[in-house]
């Protein structure tokens, strides 16, 4: 049996890929595997018994990735199953700040007892009229699976995009519209580009980004867009910056007490990934990361742990161990299964960073005194066997 929890509310169709064999459970500390959106996990201590966290979503800055990684839990996240429902959001965003769509339906609700309102609409209007998108010059910042979609849909929308992201995958450069210039300095972009828009993971290195310094170098009337994470955004310096008339509007999906109710900010609740669509294909992905981490040791799409994939287990005994990315340890697992006269018919020893993965099949059993001098290894910080 497997025990799941999830700290947030997880659709049902990812719960629905767990077999009678997973039960969910009521707290964190009784669970193989945590299920998470949004929620923090920062302050939260971890049970022994946990093993895997998937984020169903993208952004994995709620959790601490190192702490995890020291306890051996393998923190997986849903790389690009929520990307068209923040792309679509993000079009909206941009046409929310052309016209004044919203100061218009306002307008509409607050005169609806006017029974010459069909008339009074032709007077009114032209306070809430604006800009169209095509012609005008988007920069991307970030092409990973939102920022690609994101500029390939400005160029169906007749705009001119810029695309900056000196990390690019191969996959992101192959799914790029041809049309979109590649800009080789982010400065390029700011100074450029009508609109802007930042899809880039908050880290320690791109936390506070867009500070004064950038907006300085931006075109006068620019608007800005962050679907991708508050922090990234300096809000104090945004705010000179909407009150001076150079950014014409800030469109967020991050509620924060400092923006909120800002003259120009248009502030949406974090709605970027709560589409059915969206909710569904992350905690599918989700639920189908634990299953083959949990059943068959297989990671993929983790972001702590090297991926890492033996197949499925069969007959085998599966012994996985995850350890600090330091010389000799394959030596002293080694040494260890060949003192148990234990034969190896598979293994596979995968690295990311500072952390290492090994998983071998033996095709005889395994003494729990071994498995006890396994652990006593140091740099060892998990081991487990699946029979
Ligand atoms: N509003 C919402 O509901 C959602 C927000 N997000 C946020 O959007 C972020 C991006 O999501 P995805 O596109 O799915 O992630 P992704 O990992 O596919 O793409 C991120 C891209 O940013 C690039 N990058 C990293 N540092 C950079 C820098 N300093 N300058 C330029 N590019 C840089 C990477 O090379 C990568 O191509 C997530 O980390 C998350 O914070 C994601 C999904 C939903
Ligand atoms: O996937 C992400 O990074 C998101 O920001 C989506 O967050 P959510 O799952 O809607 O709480």
Redo the contacts with the bound molecule.
Sequence with gaps: MYQYHCLNQISDVGIQEFSEEYVPVSRVEDADAVLVRSASMHEMEFGGRLKAIARA?????NIPLERCAEEGIVVFNT??A??N??KE?VIAGMLLASRDIIGGINWVQENEEDGNIAKDTEKAKKAFAGCELDGKKLGV???????VLVANAAVSLGMDVYG??????VD?AWNLNRSIRHAKT?DEIYKECDYITI?????E??KG?IDGNAIGLMKKGVVLLN???DVLVVEEAVIDALVAGKIKHYVT??PTPVITGVKGAIVIP?????TEESEDNCARMAAKEIRSYLEHGNIRHSVNYPDSDMGFKGENTRILLLHHNIPNMLGQFTRILAEDNINIADLSNKSKGGYAYTMIDIDSEITQEAIEELKAVKDVLKVRVIR
């Design positions: 979503g993208a952004g994995v800055n790389p690009g929520n990307a429902g923040v959001l910042i970030g092409l990973g699976a939102i920022g900056y992201d000196p990390y690019v995958s992101s982010v899809h880039v993971p908050a880290t290195s791109t980004m679907f991708a994470r999906d991050f974090h709605l970027g990934a709560s």
